[in-house]
């Protein structure tokens, strides 16, 4: 089984690239749903332990946590160090999940890849970009986003030079949906004969 990572740094087009690999048939893991999740699961009690008072009806509230992780570096380190193992064993059931059913291509969707190793655990890696201009006007765009906001979360972000420098595949956004979506096929078709290295 091949194992593609998919990153990308906020307003790329990461999310509907991955629903063009999905559209395409290949079973994604969104490791942004899978924190979701756990936020009303298995990180509850370690997060409440850590962050007290951040947990509303069960569940951790994101609003009330991240007014915990603003501007400290340390906490949002602490927060990591739950979630992070976490979200890994999630992945690894939908990757015994999906080896069990025969899947010869998986997609696991990580918008912090690099930063957090990510691309240690996968074949290859995909990474959506656009300029900085198309990226800054679609962030700012969103309900609630401010320049000052958008510079606090690229600066938690590896640079999108970098990230395009370490990819093996680039999908440029800033066309049309067809253009990315003929990319992201092209990309299945360079794959399609390859041995995953870490899962077979």
Same mark, same amino acid.
């Given at each position: #089984? &091949?194992?593609?990572?998919?990153?990308?740094?906020?307003? #790329?087009?990461?999310?509907?690239?991955?629903?063009? &690999?999905?559209? =395409?048939? $290949?079973?994604?893991?969104?490791?942004?749903?899978? *924190?979701h999740a756990l936020y009303s699961? !298995?990180?509850?009690?370690? *997060? !409440?332990?850590?962050?007290?008072?951040?947990? +509303?009806?069960?569940?951790?509230? %994101?609003?009330?946590?991240?007014?915990?992780?603003?501007?400290?570096?340390?906490?949002?380190?602490?927060? !990591?160090?739950?979630?992070?193992?976490?979200?890994?064993?999630?992945? @690894?059931? &939908?990757?015994?999940?999906?080896? =069990?059913?025969?899947?010869?291509? $998986?997609?696991?969707?990580?918008?912090?890849?690099?930063?957090?190793?990510g691309e240690k655990r996968v074949?290859?890696?995909?990474?959506?970009?656009?300029?900085?201009?198309?990226?800054?006007? %679609? *962030?700012?765009?969103?309900?609630? #986003?401010?320049? !000052?906001?958008?510079?606090?979360?690229?600066?938690? @972000? #590896?640079?999108?030079?970098?990230?395009?420098?370490?990819?093996?595949?680039? +999908?440029?956004?800033?066309?049309? &949906?067809?253009?990315?979506?003929?990319?992201?096929?092209?990309?299945? %078709?360079?794959?399609?004969?390859l041995p995953g290295r870490r899962?077979?």
């Amino acid at each position: #089984m &091949f194992v593609l990572g998919l990153t990308g740094s906020i307003g #790329m087009g990461k999310s509907t690239s991955s629903k063009f &690999f999905a559209e =395409a048939g $290949v079973p994604v893991h969104d490791s942004d749903a899978a *924190v979701h999740a756990l936020y009303s699961a !298995e990180a509850v009690a370690p *997060v !409440e332990a850590a962050f007290p008072g951040v947990t +509303v009806d069960g569940k951790i509230d %994101r609003g009330k946590l991240s007014e915990k992780l603003v501007g400290n570096p340390d906490a949002i380190k602490r927060l !990591e160090a739950i979630v992070h193992p976490l979200v890994r064993a999630v992945t @690894q059931r &939908f990757l015994d999940t999906q080896k =069990a059913r025969g899947a010869r291509i $998986v997609l696991l969707d990580i918008p912090l890849l690099f930063e957090t190793g990510g691309e240690k655990r996968v074949d290859a890696v995909v990474v959506v970009s656009a300029p900085p201009d198309v990226q800054r006007a %679609r *962030v700012l765009s969103r309900l609630g #986003m401010t320049a !000052e906001r958008l510079d606090a979360l690229l600066a938690r @972000q #590896m640079p999108d030079a970098e990230k395009r420098a370490r990819a093996h595949f680039v +999908v440029d956004s800033s066309r049309s &949906f067809d253009s990315a979506r003929t990319q992201v096929h092209g990309i299945l %078709r360079a794959v399609a004969g390859l041995p995953g290295r870490r899962i077979s």
